[in-house]
């Protein structure tokens, strides 16, 4: 089965109301920036996958697919899911760092061929996977304990909060409201985001906002709320001080969203850098080497949860992952209504994916991905292709 094209566009999703994420000092967004990109084969398959491309790099990811990809897969047998890898990685490292959201094409073109999901192809046998509400703003202790009530009583099981304030008593305010609001079974992460360097100063840029001393001591408050994981605590590139933090905490360190390609990875799983590794199937690598990945973490006793924040067609492809993986318990589903919702996040898809009312996502059954878009939508929201 020939790769005969490769395809691309940028969609942009309105929200409601403009959203303030933790990690945007710039200001608000009015909409979500994503891509969506098409694997043709000569078999007449079509693999789609799609995935968040925030602060306008959509269209890089474009220009990349037109005069780098395409021209590089093209002829290549979708089957031979390794050697696009290698190809895949060869663009990373000269062109555009994130082209894997390509790999996942592939895969769902290769999932179709076979007529089965891919987390079966891969092993996986849960047809579900508890899914926690990723919020996105900071908003005040008393706002989001009354979010988080909400969400719980739809069925979610789990929260992630961000936290980004000037100081440790604010941001352990707002997990303290929750906690006391949702009650000791709900499972609360936190995510400090300061992994990326424009995320880890102040919004005027004149001062860092955490270094180690403050990821321990937030740690340390946070365990006595019973908090599942603290997220992103410290630069992505400081093995060490990650390895140090990862030792002292006394809850699960988590991270590696932005760390790009599997030669990080596993020196970051080596180095003990973090109990939980968050890579992303459409931003961090191939998605087969992330299989691969979760493997080697599993032999070290260590969690993968995939990053996903992304669109609904963003999150199919860590779904199938999520679902393939020995040592995943969570999946990442980004849900901050009144801006954050399916409606928004899930328009391409022609059936959302959905949490029951035990905030379990069912695994598409259908082949790949399991998804289907709906193009009329798609083509609505498109603002640039090729
Ligand atoms: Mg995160």
Request: proline share 7%; net charge negative.
């Amino acid at each position: 089965m020939r790769i005969t094209d490769v395809r691309g566009r940028v969609i942009e999703m309105p929200y409601p109301r403009p959203f303030v994420p933790s990690w945007a000092p710039e200001g608000a967004h009015r909409a979500m920036s994503a891509v969506i990109v098409e694997v043709e084969t000569d078999e007449g398959v079509v693999g789609v996958a799609g995935g968040d491309m925030g602060h306008g790099t959509g269209p890089m990811l474009l220009a990349a697919v037109k005069d780098w990809i395409r021209p590089q897969l093209v002829g290549l047998d979708a089957f031979a899911t390794t050697h696009v890898a290698n190809r895949l990685r060869y663009v990373a490292e000269y062109v555009f760092p994130r082209p894997w959201v390509v790999g996942v094409a592939v895969w769902d073109a290769v999932g179709k061929a076979c007529g089965r999901p891919l987390y079966k192809l891969w092993g996986g046998h849960a047809g579900s996977v508890r899914a926690y509400a990723s919020f996105g703003e900071v908003r005040s202790p008393a706002q989001r304990a009354e979010d988080s009530l909400r969400v719980v009583e739809e069925g979610f099981q789990g929260i992630k909060l961000r936290v980004h304030s000037a100081t440790i008593d604010e941001d352990v305010a707002q997990v303290a409201a929750v906690r006391e609001a949702v009650g000791p079974g709900v499972a609360i992460m936190v995510d400090a985001n300061q992994a990326a360097a424009r995320w880890r100063y102040a919004p005027d840029g004149s001062r860092l906002i955490w270094d180690y001393d403050r990821a321990l001591a937030t740690a340390r408050e946070l365990a006595g709320l019973g908090v599942a994981w603290l997220e992103e605590p410290l630069p992505r590139h400081d093995y060490r001080a990650l390895c140090e933090l990862t030792t002292a905490s006394p809850i699960p360190i988590a991270g590696c969203e932005h760390n790009r390609g599997i030669g990080q990875l596993v020196r970051m799983l080596e180095d003990g850098c973090f109990d939980i590794f968050q890579p992303d199937a459409n931003e961090s690598e191939e998605i087969g080497a992330l299989r691969d990945f979760g493997a080697m973490a599993a032999a070290r006793q260590r969690r993968v949860i995939p990053h996903a924040w992304a669109t609904g067609l963003g999150v199919a492809g860590n779904l199938q992952l999520c679902a393939s993986l020995p040592n995943c318990d969570w999946l990442e589903y980004p849900y901050d209504p009144p801006v954050i919702v399916p409606e928004v996040f899930h328009s391409m898809l022609t059936k959302p994916l959905l949490p029951d009312s035990s905030g379990m996502v069912g695994v598409p059954e259908g082949p790949g991905l399991g998804v289907e878009l709906d193009y009329a939508t798609i083509e609505s929201l498109t603002v640039q292709q090729v």
